[in-house]
Structure formats: structure tokens, C-alpha cells
């Protein structure tokens, strides 16, 4: 039975089974209808032309500049391609699965403005084997995790590299072999992916 992800419940040995036996993974139901509310929010942010940061605004330093409506994708993608900074050799395959696992479920509680697809789409690279190479040594600023995340969450966009079955190969070549197509980020997405 697959572990459920709720973003509210998962323990240390549900963790287990999925990093280390390889147990399937799934967005539960419940956490499902979590995630649309809060993307429900960042869609009418967006509609209503809100000035909400990271969504219509730059970051740091950048966070007065506004966003045109049709530059929104290329923000979000840009974000996660600036911050992919990472150097040394990849983590393993346990602490990549890990992390996976782990900002899946994050974003699963619905606090993150995301689409479902996002959260389904990690859950996707874990049960299909497909792990983003993310370096050991790197980070940015005031979160220590941004620049292995920028290296995680590039593989969803078809870009970064990924490991499959021992072969390291490019993003987008790797969910190909899995069946997969990218994911469009949309705003909000690539932030919450890397900082959520």
C-alpha cells in the first residue's frame, strides 16, 4: 500500500520504506484539496493584481519590481536556474530520495500555492526511480537549501540532470525514459519549490 502524503502525518518509518524499500508514494486525497485551495489564492492574487511577493514581485532586493502578467512563468523558472549553484559530487540516491520525499510532503499541507501537478510529479520521480542530481556542497544566503533544491526542482522542468537505473542523464531526457513531460511552472511555484 502506497504511503499518503498529507504534509501533516508522515513518520519516520513510513520515511523509511520509502527512501530505502522504495514504497510508493501518493498525494492523499485530503491533501489534494489543501493544495487547491492555496493555489486558489495565489491564482486570484494574481487576478486581482495583488503586489504579493515572489508571485507579481521579484525577490530580495528585487521585491518593488513588479511582475508582468506574461513573465511570470520565466520568473518562477529563472529563480530555480540562478540558484542551482551547487558544486562536489551528487548526494546519494538515499538522502536524494529523501529530499524528495520530504518537500513533496511539504508542500502537500496546501501552504505553498502550488498546483496538485507539482506535488504529484515529485511523487512521480520517486516511485518511477528517478533521482535529481544534486550536488553535496552548496547553498545561498539566508536558507541553506536553496541551491539543492534549485538542482531537485530543475529535473521537474526538463532541464538539470538525473539519475536513472546508475546512468546520470539529462532532465529532460530522464523523464522522457520515465514517461513524463515537464512541468510549466506557474508563479509562485519555482519559490515554493525551492523556499516553501
Known amino acids: 500500500m502506497p504511503v499518503e502524503l498529507t504534509g501533516n502525518d508522515?513518520?519516520?518509518?513510513?520515511?523509511?520504506?520509502?527512501?530505502?524499500?522504495?514504497?510508493?508514494?501518493?498525494?492523499?486525497?485530503?491533501?489534494?484539496?489543501?493544495?487547491?485551495?492555496?493555489?486558489?489564492v495565489v491564482e486570484r492574487l494574481i487576478a486581482?493584481?495583488?503586489?504579493?511577493?515572489?508571485?507579481?514581485?521579484?525577490?530580495?532586493?528585487?521585491?518593488r519590481v513588479k511582475i508582468a502578467p506574461d513573465q511570470l512563468r520565466a520568473v518562477q523558472l529563472n529563480l530555480l536556474r540562478s540558484h542551482a549553484s551547487g558544486v562536489g559530487e551528487p548526494l546519494g540516491v538515499p538522502e536524494t530520495r529523501g529530499t524528495l520525499l520530504?518537500?513533496?510532503?511539504?508542500?502537500?499541507?496546501?501552504f505553498s500555492g502550488v498546483r496538485p501537478?507539482?506535488?504529484?510529479?515529485?511523487?512521480?520521480?520517486?516511485n518511477r526511480g528517478l533521482h535529481p542530481v544534486i550536488p553535496c556542497r552548496g547553498s545561498v544566503g539566508a536558507s541553506g537549501d536553496l541551491a539543492p533544491l534549485a538542482h531537485l526542482a530543475?529535473?521537474?522542468?526538463?532541464?538539470?540532470?538525473?539519475?536513472v537505473d546508475g546512468s546520470r542523464l539529462p532532465g529532460g531526457e530522464a523523464l522522457k525514459q520515465a514517461g513524463l513531460e515537464p512541468v510549466q511552472l506557474e508563479a509562485k511555484e519555482g519559490l515554493a519549490l525551492i523556499n516553501g
Do not use: P
Not at 13 to 27: A, S
Not at 102 to 110: C, M, P, Q, S, T
Not at 154 to 163: F, M, N, S, T, W
Open 102 to 110: 520530504l518537500r513533496a510532503n511539504v508542500l502537500a499541507k496546501g
Open 48 to 63: 486581482d493584481r495583488q503586489v504579493a511577493y515572489g508571485v507579481t514581485t521579484g525577490f530580495g532586493d528585487l521585491a
Open 10 to 40: 508522515l513518520t519516520l518509518d513510513q520515511f523509511r520504506q520509502v527512501v530505502f524499500d522504495r514504497q510508493r508514494v501518493t498525494l492523499a486525497s485530503s491533501a489534494r484539496r489543501a493544495v487547491e485551495r492555496s493555489r486558489a
Open 154 to 163: 530543475l529535473v521537474l522542468v526538463g532541464e538539470g540532470e538525473a539519475i
Open 117 to 126: 501537478v507539482v506535488v504529484e510529479r515529485l511523487c512521480e520521480l520517486l
